[in-house]
């Protein structure tokens, strides 16, 4: 049983409908609207995650099924999560209008096992929205019909539940500040009132498409972002789509500028030739195999604007593909001098972000170098005077996998641009 007092549980296939995005979008309006001191414990169970990390807002833990669609979730009535409980599970696809701790407050029997009632079909269970308490019967009878069934059963996931428990109270008798998104067949919630906590979206449009169908929930998407529009360019330079492309996309907040940069040069040639289209003060680029973290501009252009610097570097979260775990990085020396990247590159690739003068004072990547190109225009900023700052936050997702270029290079080749690198700024 958790010790904790406020347990969020998410849970995010890959490769559907949701992403990040979706994670890090409610994570962030849960802990933005969150009063109490005690901020609450937020995990995610998440099928790329090969061991239990924290990122501070958020913490993950494996995803440990193959169970498709919505039959994902039924992990959550497992014994492995009973260490969790209780918590409460909400639905990616859920807007926090406001404190999810009122929701929380609802709670005045931690024993009861709580649903919502389904917005269609009065009387019965949907689970978009359920409280699971501890140390429960109920959720231990759920489990023993699955493992007797599992995914031999014919019905979708509610149905199931439906036939096998039946919940202690539906939220809705508890308060009337849960809405539908779609109220009436055809009919999308178009003005909301300021004491609504949830809105549940459930099937299309998914919250990311109705921003364009509806105002309000244009204005709680933006929320996230704490920066003008196309204050940032994002510049995603790449060859290929090698299965991660769209990830990449969905990673790059709708207020920055991104282009997509796509050609038969190598990566400097593909950045460079991007650049002249930048419209933002800052730049940053994005390889297609790697994610973004969703506070990764609002921190870095923060960092870059407190420390006055002219490029900022930070913390990433490595996914080791072929060896399914991940790696915390954080770099040795925060603020390395141009002496100390002659030795050892501390700059982690995927966090850097520039001020746009950067480029009209240094130069543009050299499309020579094939392996070395950021290290050497980082050690040619340094070489130019200009100052490095450091944003101790995760701003990354680094995939490492068997096509990544680091991989296919060989050591020779990689060696010998290093030491062109270090030749000429030794």
């Known amino acids: 049983m958790s010790n904790y007092k406020h ?20 994570a962030r309006h849960i802990h933005g609207k969150w009063q109490s001191v005690i901020r609450p414990r937020i995990i995610c169970l998440w099928d790329k995650a090969s061991t239990q990390y924290n990122l501070g807002n958020i913490e993950f833990i494996p995803l440990n099924n193959d169970w498709p669609g919505t039959w994902s979730r039924m992990q959550l009535y497992s014994p492995e999560m009973e260490k969790y409980r209780p918590f409460l599970y909400v639905d990616l696809d859920t807007i926090i209008y406001n404190s999810l701790e009122r929701i929380f407050d609802l709670i005045k029997d931690p024993t009861q096992f709580i649903t919502l009632e389904d917005f269609w079909q009065k009387g019965q269970l949907a689970t978009g929205l359920v409280w699971f308490p501890a140390n429960s019967m ?28 039946t919940p202690d109270i539906f939220w809705q008798q508890l308060t009337d500040t849960i ?23 459930h099937g299309k449009p ?18 996230s972002y704490k920066f003008d529009k196309k204050k940032v360019t994002v510049i995603i330079p790449y060859n290929k789509d090698r299965g991660w492309l769209r990830e990449a996309i969905n990673s790059v907040p709708k207020e920055a500028q991104l282009i997509l940069s796509q050609g038969n040069g190598n990566w400097p040639e593909n950045f460079n030739k991007a650049l002249s289209q930048a419209e933002g003060g800052y ?13 990764c501009i609002q921190d870095s252009v923060r960092a870059i604007e407190e420390q006055n610097a002219d490029f900022i570097h930070g913390n990433a979260i490595e996914f080791h593909v072929d060896f399914n775990k991940t790696k915390f990085y954080r770099p040795r020396i925060p603020h390395p001098t141009i002496e100390d990247l002659l030795k050892r590159n501390y700059l982690h690739s995927a966090t850097l972000m520039y001020r746009r003068e950067v480029f009209d ?8 170098l094939n392996t070395a190109e950021e290290y050497e225009f980082s050690m040619r900023c340094l070489k130019a005077g200009l100052k490095l700052g450091y944003c101790d936050s995760t701003l990354a997702y680094y995939r490492r996998h068997p096509e ?5 290079v060989s050591n020779v080749e990689k060696m010998v641009e290093r030491e062109q690198v270090r030749a000429i700024y030794q």
């Open 206 to 223: 998914r919250i990311h498409d109705a921003v364009e169908k509806v105002r309000w929930v244009e204005e709680y998407v933006r929320q």
């Open 283 to 295: 730049i940053k680029y994005l390889h297609e195999d790697d994610m973004l973290t969703s506070n």
């Open 179 to 201: 809405y539908d998104f779609k109220p009436k067949q055809g009919v999308f919630l178009t003005s909301i009132l300021p004491t609504a906590n949830l809105v549940c979206f």
């Open 404 to 408: 990544q270029k680091i991989r296919v």
């Open 361 to 368: 004072r240094v130069g543009v990547f050299n499309e020579s």
């Open 7 to 26: 347990t969020v549980i998410l849970v995010l296939r890959s490769g559907k409908e949701f992403s990040f995005q979706d994670v890090e979008l409610i």
């Open 138 to 165: 109920k959720i231990n009878t759920v489990w023993g019909e699955w493992t007797k069934w599992g995914k031999t059963h014919p019905s979708r996931m509610d149905y199931f539940l439906r036939k096998t428990i």
